[in-house]
């Protein structure tokens, strides 16, 4: 499946899946205009960036991110802002493939780790939870460690492939 990423053209259908996913989550809030995420996001106008996936002619899901520095640990990496596949092709590996490259895209820029959050469905803390580490109370997630650059190595693979070779837990705390 192709994935790509979103560019200033993609910001009507950007637009319609934001309010789709919030739609689902958030029913009172609209989501941002079109022409809001096309100068502020898909023109480089923020540090927030996107990826699409694709499947025939369609763009079926999206992740949105901000790369990160972790203090600490004296590392970079992404914070995803938003993970969201349409439901009518959810179970067809679409977020495992996104996820995938986003790390890929991560690591090729240097980063070592994602983080982001499963906070508001089980069905996404289930899924975080097959290749990251996720705080059971606040749902914070971290994919970090040699999971981290195993997962990167995996993107641009069919979901089939990756869903098969999986990073074992453990390896988000061993370098």
């Keep these: 499946m192709p994935i790509r990423l ?4 993609d910001s009507v259908v950007l637009e319609r899946m934001i309010r789709d996913y919030l739609r ?11 022409a809001i ?18 499947r025939h002619n369609g763009v079926t899901g999206f ?8 203090l600490h640990w004296a590392a970079r990496g992404a914070q995803i802002a938003d993970l ?5 092709v959810r ?12 790390c890929s895209v991560v690591a090729s820029e240097g980063g070592v780790f994602v ?12 899924f975080y939870r097959r290749i990251a580490v996720v ?6 997630t971290h994919l970090s460690a040699r999971a981290f650059r195993h997962f990167a190595a995996l993107g641009g693979l069919p979901a089939r492939a990756i869903a098969r070779a999986l990073p074992p837990l453990e390896w988000n705390l061993t370098n």
């Design 6 to 9: 979103a560019v200033s053209g």
């Design 135 to 140: 705080e059971p109370s606040t749902g914070e």
């Design 63 to 70: 992740v949105a991110w901000d790369g990160v520095y972790d």
């Design 91 to 102: 179970g067809l590996g679409i977020a495992l493939e996104l996820l995938a490259s986003l």
């Design 37 to 54: 995420l096309r100068h502020d996001v898909l023109a480089g106008a923020t540090t927030q960036r996107v990826l699409l996936a694709e």
């Design 115 to 126: 983080r982001g959050g499963a906070y508001d469905r089980p069905s996404t803390r289930a």
């Design 24 to 34: 689902e989550s958030y029913s009172s809030h609209l989501g941002t205009p079109a």
């Design 84 to 88: 969201y596949v349409v439901p009518a």
